[in-house]
Nanobody, 120 residues
Framework: QVQLEESGGGLVQPGGSLRLSCAAS????????MGWYRQGPGKERELVAT???????NYADSVKGRFTISRDNAKNTAYLQMNSLKPEDTAVYYC??????????????WGQGTQVTVSS
């Protein structure tokens, strides 16, 4: 089955940086879009950033200017560069994949989540 492997989370001080990675593997025809979502303590999951197969990006207002999403199409991998981290960025970050399968169906997949903690 299609799987998403996330990595790069950890504990950082305010103002620090982290880079998250999400590698897609399995059987699918193409990637329509990849994105990052997060869920903080006691909060609902929210969109952080997305990137389409054509390279168009979209960011939540709370992370604009600080976070950058990118893709390596050859590796089917998405990245989230997070700079100037704030305590309110603390959350479990989830990778999301929208893919077209070999049979031409479209499906949405979630990674297992990686913890990002910003604290002094």
């Amino acid at each position: 089955q299609v799987q998403l492997e996330e990595s790069g989370g950890g504990l950082v001080q305010p103002g620090g940086s982290l880079r998250l990675s999400c590698a897609a593997s399995g059987t699918f025809f193409s990637i329509n879009a990849m994105g990052w979502y997060r869920q903080g303590p006691g909060k609902e999951r929210e969109l952080v950033a997305t990137i389409t197969g054509g390279g168009s990006t979209n960011y939540a207002d709370s992370v604009k200017g600080r976070f950058t999403i990118s893709r390596d199409n050859a590796k089917n991998t998405a990245y989230l560069q997070m700079n100037s981290l704030k305590p309110e960025d603390t959350a479990v970050y989830y990778c999301n994949l929208d893919a077209t399968l070999v049979g031409w169906a479209t499906r949405n997949y979630w990674g297992q989540g990686t913890q990002v903690t910003v604290s002094s």
